[in-house]
């Protein structure tokens, strides 16, 4: 879904999801807002049009304990369905053995 995505959907995307967050939280906006020490008009502009700096989504998201997300996001993938695939079928071959007379 994301890929197919222009910049500016992306943007309200990450918006709607750090709004969610906060909700889940139970926060509003002038809590998370000083929680993450940024002024509350960047904090509307981040979650409502998605644009700020990426230090003020960063502080956001420490706020929000997550941080640790990042990771995930960044981190590249270690499982890998094609090599699975291919070490299955190479764990499928039969192993002849030479018969004896």
């Known amino acids: 879904m994301l890929p197919l995505m222009t ?8 918006g709607k999801k750090i709004k969610e967050a906060r ?6 906006q002038k809590e998370l807002a000083a929680e993450s020490d940024i002024p509350l008009s960047t904090y509307q502009k ?6 700020g700096s990426l230090k003020d989504f960063l502080k ?3 706020a929000l304990n997550r ?3 990042l990771e995930t996001l960044l981190d590249h993938a270690k499982y890998s ?5 291919q070490s299955k ?4 071959k039969r192993v002849r053995h030479a018969h004896k007379s």
């Open 7 to 14: 910049l500016r959907e992306l943007q309200l995307y990450l």
């Open 23 to 28: 909700l889940s939280e139970n926060k509003t």
């Open 46 to 51: 981040l979650e409502q049009k998605g644009e």
């Open 60 to 62: 956001i998201l420490i």
């Open 67 to 69: 941080i640790n997300e």
């Open 81 to 85: 369905p094609v090599e699975e695939y």
């Open 89 to 92: 079928k190479k764990a499928k």
